[in-house]
C-alpha cells in the first residue's frame, strides 16, 4: 500500500494535467479568489489551491493525511502560498479544530475518496462558523448518463484500489443537502480532458 501511494503521488499531478489545463484551475479561480478570513483546505493534494487564494485569507490550513501527497504540498506551500499556511495531516472525518471555527472550508476532488462521505460533511458544518461557506467542486455519478453510469459501477471496485480509495458513484450534492447545507451555488458540468468515468462534475457554494 506504501509503494502504491508514493506511486500516485508521484504521478498524480500528471494524471490531472490535461483537466486542470482544459477547465478545472479556471473553476479552482473563480471559487476561491474571493474567500477571505479563517480558511480550511481539506484534503490539499498537492496544493493545486494554493496559487488560487486572495489575499483577504488571513489564515489558511491545509490537511493532508497521505504521507507521500503531504510531502509534495510541503514543497508547493513553499512556492505558492499567498499567505501563511498551516499543515495538518488529519483526515477530513478527524478535524483537529474547534466548533465554529473556520470561515470557508475548500473541498476539491476530495469527498469522492474520504472514507466516510456524511462523516466528512458533519465535519464541515462543525467546523464552520454559522454562515460559513464550503466551496466544492467534486466529481459524481452520472445521473443524466445511465451507460456511463452502469460503466461507473462496474469499475468502481478496481478504481478505487487504484486511484487512493475514489469513487466513481458518489451523489455528492445530495450528501451535502443532506448535511444540512443549503446550496448558493450549485453548477454540473463535465470535467473536459478527463477519463469518461470522472467527467461528470459538481462545483459551487453552500452554506452551513
Known amino acids: ?9 508521484q504521478v498524480y ?17 473563480q471559487l476561491l479568489a474571493e474567500l477571505s478570513g479563517v480558511v ?13 487564494f486572495g489575499p483577504d485569507v488571513t489564515r489558511l490550513i491545509a490537511t493532508e493525511p497521505e504521507r507521500h501527497m503531504r510531502r ?3 514543497d508547493r506551500i513553499a512556492t505558492d502560498a499567498v499567505c501563511p499556511v498551516e499543515l495538518s495531516d488529519a483526515a477530513a472525518e478527524r ?22 462521505l456524511d462523516a466528512a460533511l458533519a465535519e464541515y458544518r462543525r467546523v464552520l462558523v454559522p454562515g460559513g461557506k464550503l466551496v466544492f467542486i467534486e466529481h459524481v455519478i452520472a445521473h443524466d448518463n445511465p451507460g456511463r453510469a ?15 480509495n475514489c469513487h466513481l458513484t458518489r451523489d ?10 443549503r446550496f448558493d451555488q450549485l453548477q454540473r458540468q ?9 467527467r461528470p462534475a459538481i462545483r459551487g457554494i453552500a452554506t452551513a
Open 72 to 74: 509534495h504540498l510541503r
Open 13 to 29: 499531478d500528471r494524471l490531472v494535467l490535461p483537466s486542470e489545463q482544459a477547465c478545472v484551475s479556471d473553476w479552482r479561480a
Open 95 to 116: 478535524l483537529p479544530l474547534p466548533k465554529h471555527s473556520v470561515d470557508a472550508v475548500v473541498s476539491t476532488l476530495v469527498l469522492c475518496s474520504v472514507t466516510d
Open 40 to 52: 480550511l483546505d481539506v484534503g490539499a493534494g498537492t496544493g493545486a489551491n494554493l496559487p488560487h
Open 150 to 164: 452502469r460503466w461507473q459501477r462496474r469499475i468502481e471496485p478496481v478504481w478505487k484500489r487504484l486511484f487512493g
Open 1 to 9: 500500500m506504501s509503494l502504491r501511494s508514493r506511486l500516485f503521488a
Open 190 to 198: 463535465s470535467m473536459r480532458k478527463a477519463s469518461p468515468v470522472v
Open 172 to 181: 455528492t450534492a445530495a450528501a451535502i443537502e443532506r448535511a444540512g447545507f
